[in-house]
């Protein structure tokens, strides 16, 4: 069944990536920032790339993500608990994002041997590096 406890905190869906198209999208025209553990790709969704079709579903206004881990990170083992601790680390960060972003996280080979504390640094640092959180106070 998909009703888990958990899935109460998850991302809803539409706020995920989940088109090879969309991931593309973003790797190609988006901005890269590497860490040892993870690599973050940014795209502003209201850039519309050259050529690029317009009408896609990344108009939607707040922030989507997207998670991947290659071959180079291991097993399907190794990937899936490299993308749960991504996933997880995301849960945190997520509401402090500044909207208006598509974003990919790559999974490093590293990564699935880390604690979700150090994931969640590594991804706080790249979100920070890219100007993507939003100030502390509101207003």
């Given at each position: 069944?998909?009703?888990?406890?958990?899935?109460?905190?998850?991302v809803?869906?539409?706020?995920?990536?989940?088109?090879?198209?969309?991931?593309?999208?973003?790797?190609?025209?988006?901005k890269?920032?590497?860490?040892?553990?993870?690599?973050?790709?940014?795209?502003?969704?209201?850039?519309?790339?050259?050529?690029?079709?317009?009408?896609?579903?990344?108009?939607?206004?707040?922030?989507?993500?997207?998670?991947?881990?290659?071959?180079?990170?291991?097993?399907?083992?190794?990937?899936?608990?490299?993308?749960?601790?991504?996933?997880?680390?995301?849960?945190?960060?997520?509401?402090?994002?500044?909207?208006?972003?598509?974003?990919?996280?790559?999974?490093?080979?590293?990564?699935?041997?880390?604690?979700?504390?150090?994931?969640?640094?590594a991804?706080?640092?790249?979100?920070?590096?890219?100007?993507?959180?939003?100030?502390?106070?509101?207003?």
């Open positions: 069944m998909s009703s888990q406890g958990e899935g109460e905190a998850q809803k869906r539409r706020f995920r990536l989940t088109r090879s198209g969309d991931f593309q999208r973003v790797r190609r025209f988006g890269s920032y590497a860490h040892p553990l993870i690599v973050l790709f940014v795209f502003a969704k209201h850039i519309v790339p050259e050529g690029y079709p317009c009408g896609t579903a990344s108009e939607a206004p707040g922030v989507r993500v997207g998670v991947a881990a290659g071959r180079t990170v291991g097993n399907a083992v190794q990937r899936n608990r490299a993308k749960r601790l991504l996933r997880a680390a995301m849960q945190n960060l997520y509401p402090k994002i500044v909207p208006g972003f598509d974003l990919v996280l790559i999974a490093r080979q590293p990564l699935p041997s880390a604690a979700l504390t150090q994931t969640q640094e991804l706080f640092t790249l979100l920070s590096r890219a100007g993507l959180l939003s100030p502390t106070h509101d207003g």
